[in-house]
């Protein structure tokens, strides 16, 4: 009998030794699977930063540039032109919205359209300065600028409003990304308090 008890305690001994191994491993496997799920969301989230942060680093040398080295062909303008780049750079603005909403396909139509246009008005090289017009936002409507683009220094005054549109878009994709890169902390600060 004290054999048969002795034997039963050390069974009971075994399969509490046995369940607090389990208890250990479970834990253990609780304790990796919260971490594998937090390095998801690290990862996850990392993601979600490099997205804003890439734009934020373009669009900070393209501002970068301008000011260094463009700024001064804007300065440099010929007060006669300054009304035609005004107008190039109000067109620009007001058709930013819709340039933005335009698919690859659309912009390749309007630039076509704008170049059998050029070519009717016996503009040349009409495909590059359609080209630069769609960049800078003026797709039609190019009656105002007829009498510049028939000028000799109409290649300065396009090349500046292109530089000056395009570091506008950069300062707009500076506003985008970090508003994204505020809204992806702002959820995680809204995660890490749950």
């Known amino acids: 009998r004290k054999h048969a008890e002795q034997q ?5 001994d075994e ?3 046995t369940l607090d191994e389990l208890r250990s491993t479970q834990a253990k496997l609780i304790e990796s699977e919260k971490l ?4 998801q969301l690290v990862a996850g989230v990392a993601h979600e930063m490099n997205t804003p942060l890439g734009a934020m680093r373009s669009s900070i040398e393209n501002v970068s ?3 260094q080295h463009d700024l001064e062909a804007l300065q440099s303008l010929p007060l006669n032109y300054q009304s035609d780049f005004d107008a190039l750079i109000q067109r620009s603005i ?7 909403h335009l698919s690859s396909r659309e912009k390749r139509q309007l630039k076509r359209a ?6 009717q008005h016996q503009i040349n090289p009409a495909d590059s300065i359609a080209d630069t017009l769609t960049d800078i936002g003026v797709f039609d409507r ?24 395009s570091v506008q878009r950069s300062v707009q994709t500076l506003s985008i ?4 890169a505020a809204h992806v902390v702002r959820a995680l600060k809204t995660y890490a308090r749950q």
């Open 142 to 165: 190019i009656e105002p600028f007829l009498t510049l683009l028939k000028d000799p220094n109409r290649d300065l005054i396009l090349k500046t409003a292109y530089q000056f549109t």
């Open 36 to 39: 594998a799920a937090l390095g």
């Open 8 to 12: 039963l305690k050390q069974s009971h």
């Open 114 to 119: 704008l170049t059998r246009e050029l070519e």
């Open 177 to 180: 990304a970090s508003d994204q």
């Open 94 to 100: 007001e058709s930013s919205q819709t340039l933005s």
């Open 65 to 67: 540039h301008f000011m």
């Open 15 to 17: 399969l509490k030794q």
